[in-house]
C-alpha cells in the first residue's frame, strides 16, 4: 500500500523520517506535589543506531547516557514557539538504548498541577496529563509525531494516599513503600505518544463490565458508574461495525472539572469531563465517540495533524453509528443536527479570523501554526458527513464491509489522507467521483451534496424556533436536553430581545438544567441577547468548568463589545488559576485577537 508522505517530514515535530525511532520506553517517575514537578527517568529503546531527533518542551534535562550509563554527548535547541526545543543525539549502534534524566516544568503545558480545594473531596492534590496534540514533549521527550509508535512500562512513585494511574493494558503492581506508593504499568500495544496519559489522585473504582471500571473521586464513583451503565451494549455495537476491541479493558476515568474536553480517548483509560454525570445518561454519546476511537484513531491513527479528519470524522461517524444502533434513528439525527449547528458557528469564526482555507478537510497545517488554534468541529462534522455521503453512495451492506477492511489493513498504523482515498478508490471504485471527494477534501464550507439531517424531533424544534410559541408551550416541558440545544441554537438572533432570555429561564429554568450544554447554551443565548441578569451565572460557570467547548464559545461571545471584553478579562484574571494551561493559553489568544479587533474599531 503507498503511504508515501510517512516518509516526508511532520512538521509538527522534529524527527525526521529515517531516523533511529523509539520502539519501547521504560519510564521511571516520582511526583513532587510541593514543587510541581516529575523527576523522571525515561530509557529508551531505538529501532537502530544513528543521529536522532527527539521533541522537547521546557524539559530540565540533567543527564543523558547509553544502555551503558556512559555520558553522551547531545544537544538542545533553542525553543520554537509551536515546537518547543529539539533534542539530537546520537544512538549508540551495538546497544540502540538511551537513558535521560530530567524534570518536569511547573509550567508543562501538558500537566495540571491541583491543590486539593481544586478537586472535589478537597483532600488531596491531583495531577493529570494531557498529550494531544503536542503536549506529551512537554513531560516526556520523544519523537512527538503520530506517525512513530511505542509500547512502554512505567513506575509511578506517589503519595501512599494516592493512586498513579497510566494509560495501559495491565497494572502490574502497587507496593507500598516508605509511606509511598509504587504502581507499575505495562502497555504492550504500541502507541503514539500523544496517547501517553498519567493521573495521580485520590481515586476510587467501580465495575461496570468485566472489561470496564470507572474511575473517579470517592464523592462521584457511584453516580458515574449508574450514568455509564450502557457502556456494555456500547462496545458490542462498536464491535460488531468494527471486529474485535483489540486493547482489553476500555476503562473510564472522570476527571476533575477544569478538564479541557468532554473526553479523551486514552488507550485502555478513556479520561472524560465531569459533567457528563448527569443523572439522566443524557450526555453519554461523549463514551460511544471515546469508545470508537479504540479503532479509528487508536488503532488507525492519523500521520500527522493535517490528517486529523482521519480520527475524528471516522470516530464521529461511528458515534453516530452507535447512537443509532441503542438509541434510534431520530436520536442520531438530533445528534448529528446539533453537530452542524456547531460546525456552523466554527465556519463563522474561521472566516472572521481570514483562516477560512481550514474549512476543508485537507487543509495543511504548516508547523508555525498550532494545532490547538485551529481546533474546530470542521475534522469531526464535515468529515462525518464526508464518510456518511460515502455510505449512501455505496450502501450501508458494502460500506460496513470497507471498515472492517480498513482497520484490517491499516491496524496499529498511522496514515495519511492520500492513503485513505487510494484504498477507497481501490476498494470501492467510482465512489470518489459520485460523492465528489474533492469537494470535501479540498472544497471549503460544506459542499452542496451533504446529506440530509432529518428527524421528526427536530421539525418540532424548528416549529417553535420560527414562531414565538415556545414560553406557552407545553410540548417544550418534555423535551430532551438535545431538543433544548438545538431550540436554543436555532433561535433567531436577530432582534434577540433581553426579555426573551429572562422570560425562557424562568419558563423552563434553564439556566439550571442538570445538563451542562444546555446550561452553556442558554448562557450563550443569554449573552448574545444582552440579558446582564444572567452575568452572574456566566462568571460562576465560567469558574466551574474547563471544557473549553464552553469556555471558548462564551469567552468570545462576551467579547464582542469593550464593555464585554472588560467584563472578560475580569472574569478570567480571577477564575484563570484553576484552568488547565492549554484552556489558559486559547482564553488568551481569544482575548488578545478580541482587543486587536476592538482597538481597529
Ligand atoms: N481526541 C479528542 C479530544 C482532543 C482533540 C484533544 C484535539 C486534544 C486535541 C476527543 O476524542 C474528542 O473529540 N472529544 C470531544 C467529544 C465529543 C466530540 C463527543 C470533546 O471533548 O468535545
Ligand atoms: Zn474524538
Same mark, same amino acid.
Given at each position: 500500500?503507498?503511504?508515501?508522505?510517512?516518509?516526508?517530514?511532520?512538521?509538527?515535530?522534529?524527527?525526521?523520517?529515517?531516523?533511529?525511532?523509539?520502539?519501547?520506553?521504560?519510564?521511571?517517575?516520582?511526583?513532587?506535589?510541593?514543587?510541581?514537578?516529575?523527576?523522571?527517568?525515561?530509557?529508551?529503546?531505538?529501532?537502530?543506531?544513528?543521529?536522532?531527533?527527539?521533541?522537547?518542551?521546557?524539559?530540565?534535562?540533567?543527564?543523558?547516557?547509553?544502555?551503558?550509563?556512559?555520558?553522551?554527548?547531545?544537544?538542545?535547541?533553542?525553543?520554537?514557539?509551536?515546537?518547543?526545543?529539539?533534542?539530537?543525539?546520537?544512538?549508540?549502534?551495538?546497544?540502540?538504548?538511551?537513558?535521560?534524566?530530567?524534570?518536569?516544568?511547573?509550567?508543562?503545558?501538558?500537566?495540571?498541577?491541583?491543590?486539593?480545594?481544586?478537586?472535589?473531596?478537597?483532600?488531596?492534590?491531583?495531577?493529570?496529563?494531557?498529550?494531544?496534540?503536542?503536549?506529551?514533549?512537554?513531560?516526556?521527550?520523544?519523537?512527538?509525531?503520530?506517525?512513530?509508535?511505542?509500547?512502554?512500562?512505567?513506575?509511578?512513585?506517589?503519595?501512599?494516599?494516592?493512586?498513579?494511574?497510566?494509560?495501559?493494558?495491565?497494572?502490574?503492581?502497587?507496593?507500598?513503600?516508605?509511606?509511598?506508593?509504587?504502581?507499575?504499568?505495562?502497555?504492550?500495544?504500541?502507541?503514539?505518544?500523544?496517547?501517553?496519559?498519567?493521573?495521580?489522585?485520590?481515586?476510587?473504582?467501580?465495575?461496570?463490565?468485566?472489561?470496564?471500571?470507572?474511575?473517579?473521586?470517592?464523592?462521584?464513583?457511584?453516580?458515574?458508574?449508574?450514568?455509564?451503565?450502557?457502556?456494555?451494549?456500547?462496545?458490542?455495537?462498536?464491535?460488531?461495525?468494527?471486529?474485535?476491541?483489540?486493547?482489553?479493558?476500555?476503562?473510564?476515568?472522570?476527571?476533575?472539572?477544569?478538564?479541557?474536553?468532554?473526553?479523551?480517548?486514552?488507550?485502555?483509560?478513556?479520561?472524560?469531563?465531569?459533567?457528563?454525570?448527569?443523572?439522566?445518561?443524557?450526555?453519554?454519546?461523549?463514551?460511544?465517540?471515546?469508545?470508537?476511537?479504540?479503532?479509528?484513531?487508536?488503532?488507525?491513527?492519523?500521520?500527522?495533524?493535517?490528517?486529523?479528519?482521519?480520527?475524528?470524522?471516522?470516530?464521529?461517524?461511528?458515534?453516530?453509528?452507535?447512537?443509532?444502533?441503542?438509541?434510534?434513528?431520530?436520536?442520531?439525527?438530533?445528534?448529528?443536527?446539533?453537530?452542524?449547528?456547531?460546525?456552523?458557528?466554527?465556519?463563522?469564526?474561521?472566516?472572521?479570523?481570514?483562516?477560512?482555507?481550514?474549512?476543508?478537510?485537507?487543509?495543511?497545517?504548516?508547523?508555525?501554526?498550532?494545532?490547538?488554534?485551529?481546533?474546530?468541529?470542521?475534522?469531526?462534522?464535515?468529515?462525518?458527513?464526508?464518510?456518511?455521503?460515502?455510505?449512501?453512495?455505496?450502501?450501508?451492506?458494502?460500506?460496513?464491509?470497507?471498515?472492517?477492511?480498513?482497520?484490517?489493513?491499516?491496524?496499529?498504523?498511522?496514515?495519511?489522507?492520500?492513503? *485513505?482515498?487510494?484504498?477507497?478508490?481501490?476498494?470501492?471504485?467510482?465512489?470518489?467521483?459520485?460523492?465528489?471527494?474533492?469537494?470535501?477534501?479540498?472544497?471549503?464550507?460544506?459542499?452542496?451534496?451533504?446529506?440530509?439531517?432529518?428527524?421528526?424531533?427536530?421539525?418540532?424544534?424548528?416549529?417553535?424556533?420560527?414562531?414565538?410559541?415556545?414560553?406557552?408551550?407545553?410540548?417544550?416541558?418534555?423535551?430532551?436536553?438535545?431538543?433544548?440545544?438545538?431550540?436554543?441554537?436555532?433561535?433567531?438572533?436577530?432582534?434577540?430581545?433581553?426579555? *426573551?432570555?429572562?422570560?425562557?429561564?424562568?419558563?423552563?429554568?434553564?439556566?439550571?438544567?442538570?445538563?451542562?450544554?444546555?446550561?452553556?447554551?442558554?448562557?450563550?443565548?443569554?449573552?448574545?441577547?444582552?440579558?446582564?441578569?444572567?452575568?452572574?451565572?456566566?462568571?460562576?460557570?465560567?469558574?466551574?468548568?474547563?471544557?473549553?467547548?464552553?469556555?471558548?464559545?462564551?469567552?468570545?461571545?462576551?467579547?464582542?463589545?469593550?464593555?464585554?471584553?472588560?467584563?472578560?478579562?475580569?472574569?478570567?484574571?480571577?477564575?484563570?488559576?484553576?484552568?488547565?494551561?492549554?484552556?489558559?493559553?486559547?482564553?488568551?489568544?481569544?482575548?488578545?485577537?478580541?482587543?486587536?479587533?476592538?482597538?481597529?474599531?
Amino acid at each position: 500500500m503507498r503511504n508515501e508522505r510517512l516518509f516526508e517530514k511532520d512538521p509538527h515535530s522534529y524527527y525526521r523520517p529515517g531516523q533511529p525511532r523509539m520502539k519501547h520506553l521504560r519510564w521511571e517517575v516520582e511526583v513532587d506535589f510541593a514543587g510541581r514537578r516529575l523527576s523522571c527517568l525515561a530509557v529508551i529503546d531505538f529501532d537502530g543506531g544513528g543521529e536522532t531527533n527527539l521533541d522537547l518542551r521546557n524539559l530540565e534535562i540533567t543527564g543523558i547516557t547509553d544502555g551503558d550509563d556512559q555520558p553522551l554527548t547531545y544537544q538542545v535547541s533553542l525553543s520554537h514557539p509551536v515546537l518547543g526545543e529539539c533534542l539530537t543525539l546520537t544512538v549508540p549502534d551495538g546497544k540502540p538504548q538511551v537513558k535521560i534524566h530530567y524534570w518536569t516544568s511547573p509550567q508543562a503545558s501538558g500537566l495540571q498541577w491541583l491543590t486539593p480545594e481544586q478537586t472535589q473531596g478537597k483532600r488531596h492534590s491531583y495531577l493529570f496529563s494531557q498529550g494531544e496534540p503536542l503536549h506529551a514533549r512537554s513531560y516526556l521527550p520523544c519523537q512527538d509525531t503520530p506517525g512513530v509508535r511505542f509500547t512502554f512500562n512505567a513506575c509511578l512513585t506517589v503519595p501512599e494516599a494516592l493512586r498513579g494511574l497510566m494509560a495501559a493494558n495491565e497494572h502490574v503492581s502497587r507496593e507500598i513503600k516508605d509511606g509511598l506508593a509504587v504502581e507499575m504499568w505495562r502497555m504492550t500495544k504500541p502507541i503514539p505518544s500523544y496517547l501517553f496519559t498519567l493521573v495521580i489522585g485520590d481515586i476510587a473504582s467501580r465495575d461496570i463490565t468485566n472489561r470496564c471500571r470507572v474511575y473517579a473521586e470517592p464523592e462521584l464513583v457511584d453516580a458515574a458508574a449508574a450514568e455509564f451503565a450502557d457502556v456494555g451494549e456500547m462496545m458490542v455495537a462498536a464491535e460488531k461495525l468494527f471486529g474485535m476491541y483489540d486493547w482489553g479493558r476500555f476503562d473510564l476515568n472522570m476527571m476533575p472539572s477544569s478538564f479541557p474536553y468532554g473526553g479523551m480517548e486514552n488507550p485502555c483509560f478513556t479520561c472524560l469531563t465531569p459533567t457528563l454525570v448527569v443523572g439522566d445518561r443524557s450526555m453519554v454519546n461523549v463514551i460511544a465517540h471515546e469508545l470508537a476511537h479504540s479503532w479509528t484513531g487508536n488503532l488507525v491513527t492519523n500521520a500527522t495533524w493535517t490528517d486529523f479528519w482521519l480520527n475524528e470524522g471516522w470516530t464521529n461517524y461511528v458515534e453516530w453509528r452507535i447512537c443509532e444502533e441503542l438509541y434510534g434513528r431520530d436520536a442520531m439525527m438530533l445528534q448529528a443536527a446539533l453537530l452542524q449547528r456547531e460546525l456552523d458557528r466554527d465556519f463563522r469564526d474561521l472566516a472572521a479570523r481570514g483562516m477560512h482555507q481550514y474549512t476543508a478537510l485537507g487543509s495543511y497545517v504548516p508547523g508555525t501554526l498550532d494545532p490547538d488554534d485551529i481546533f474546530t468541529r470542521v475534522p469531526y462534522c464535515k468529515g462525518a458527513q464526508f464518510l456518511m455521503k460515502v455510505e449512501e453512495a455505496v450502501s450501508r451492506e458494502r460500506f460496513d464491509a470497507f471498515i472492517r477492511k480498513y482497520i484490517e489493513t491499516f491496524r496499529f498504523t498511522s496514515i495519511t489522507t492520500a492513503t *485513505f482515498l487510494d484504498f477507497v478508490a481501490a476498494e470501492l471504485p467510482g465512489a470518489l467521483e459520485a460523492v465528489k471527494s474533492w469537494r470535501w477534501i479540498g472544497g471549503l464550507g460544506l459542499p452542496e451534496n451533504a446529506p440530509k439531517i432529518e428527524s421528526p424531533l427536530i421539525v418540532e424544534v424548528e416549529r417553535y424556533a420560527e414562531t414565538d410559541g415556545i414560553l406557552a408551550s407545553d410540548e417544550a416541558r418534555g423535551w430532551s436536553s438535545n431538543q433544548w440545544l438545538l431550540y436554543l441554537e436555532l433561535v433567531p438572533r436577530d432582534g434577540l430581545k433581553s426579555e *426573551f432570555a429572562e422570560e425562557l429561564d424562568r419558563a423552563f429554568a434553564l439556566s439550571t438544567k442538570a445538563n451542562a450544554d444546555v446550561r452553556f447554551a442558554f448562557l450563550l443565548l443569554a449573552i448574545e441577547a444582552g440579558y446582564a441578569g444572567a452575568n452572574d451565572a456566566v462568571a460562576n460557570f465560567l469558574s466551574k468548568v474547563g471544557r473549553l467547548k464552553y469556555l471558548q464559545p462564551l469567552y468570545r461571545e462576551m467579547s464582542k463589545t469593550m464593555a464585554g471584553l472588560a467584563w472578560a478579562q475580569n472574569v478570567f484574571a480571577r477564575v484563570r488559576s484553576g484552568y488547565h494551561p492549554i484552556a489558559t493559553a486559547q482564553v488568551e489568544r481569544i482575548l488578545g485577537e478580541a482587543e486587536k479587533r476592538l482597538a481597529k474599531i
